[in-house]
C-alpha cells in the first residue's frame, strides 16, 4: 500500500512557492526520449538522465497523486532550476525517504545485517520506501558517498528502471564489458515495462572526487590522468 501524510493538501496553493517548496520531490527520466516533456519542464541534465520536479499533493492505494513543475509555474515563482533543484535536494528524502538494500535481502530475504556482512555480495539496490521513481535516490545529498563511503570502493551504476537502480563496487576483477551486457539485457522488452525503462548506459561514481558520471566518461577521465603522469 502507498501512503504518505507529507502532502500538500490544497491544490490552489501550487503557485505559492513558499508553500510548495516543502512537498516537492525529483523525478529521474532519460533526456533524451524525452525531449518534448522536458522542453515544457525545468530540468537538470546528467549524462543522458534528466531531473524533473514534481509536487506531492495527496497518495491513495494504489498510487501517487502529483502535479509536476513547469516552465510556466516556475516564471510565476520568481526563481531559477537552480534554486528549485537545491529545494527538492532538501524536500525529496521527506517526501521519498531513501531505501539502500542488498539485493540478496530483496529477493532472498537473506538478513540485512548479514548481506552487509558478506564480502561476496555483489549488488546493492537503490530505491525508496514506496518502491516507485526510486533511481532518484542516487542524487540525493550524501547518498552515493555515504555508500561508497561504507564499502570503502567506488561505485558502479546500473540505471536499471525508473523505480530502482543497482550499485556494486568497481575493482580491478570487474568485467565491465559484461556488467553492459546484463544492462541491456535488463532493459531489453523480456524484461523491463518499457515505460520504465531509465537508460542503457552505465555509470560510474568516484568517492574522491564526488562525481557521478558516465562510465565511458570516467575510463577517459582516468586515463587521461594516468598519460599525463607518464609524462612528468
Request: proline fraction near 3%; charged fraction near 25%; glycine fraction near 4%.
Amino acid at each position: 500500500m502507498i501512503h504518505n501524510d507529507k502532502v500538500l493538501e490544497d491544490v490552489n496553493a501550487l503557485l505559492d512557492y513558499d508553500s510548495v517548496k516543502d512537498f516537492l520531490f525529483m523525478n529521474v527520466i532519460n533526456a533524451e526520449t524525452n525531449k518534448e516533456e522536458l522542453s515544457m519542464e525545468p530540468h537538470t541534465v546528467i549524462g543522458d538522465l534528466a531531473i524533473v520536479y514534481r509536487v506531492m499533493i495527496k497518495t491513495t492505494d494504489d498510487q501517487f497523486c502529483s502535479a509536476r513543475v513547469t516552465n510556466e509555474m516556475l516564471d510565476h515563482y520568481g526563481i531559477d532550476v537552480s534554486q528549485l533543484h537545491n529545494d527538492a535536494l532538501i524536500s525529496s528524502p521527506n517526501m521519498m525517504k531513501p531505501e539502500i538494500i542488498p539485493l540478496e535481502t530483496l529477493l532472498m530475504g537473506v538478513p540485512e545485517q548479514e548481506a552487509w556482512q558478506n564480502e561476496d555480495r555483489h549488488f546493492v539496490v537503490l530505491t525508496n520506501e514506496h518502491r516507485t521513481d526510486g533511481t532518484a535516490t542516487i542524487f540525493y545529498s550524501g547518498v552515493l558517498n555515504d555508500l561508497a563511503e561504507k564499502l570503502g570502493h567506488d561505485l558502479y551504476i546500473v540505471p536499471s528502471s525508473t523505480d530502482e537502480c543497482l550499485a556494486l563496487c568497481d575493482s580491478p576483477t570487474l568485467n565491465i564489458d559484461r556488467l553492459k551486457e546484463m544492462l541491456l539485457l535488463m532493459n531489453g522488452p523480456s524484461f523491463m515495462d518499457q515505460d520504465k525503462k531509465l537508460s542503457d548506459i552505465l555509470y560510474h561514481y568516484d568517492k574522491d572526487n564526488h562525481v557521478l558520471e558516465k562510465s565511458d566518461d570516467y575510463e577517459k577521465r582516468i586515463n587521461k590522468q594516468r598519460y599525463s603522469q607518464l609524462l612528468h
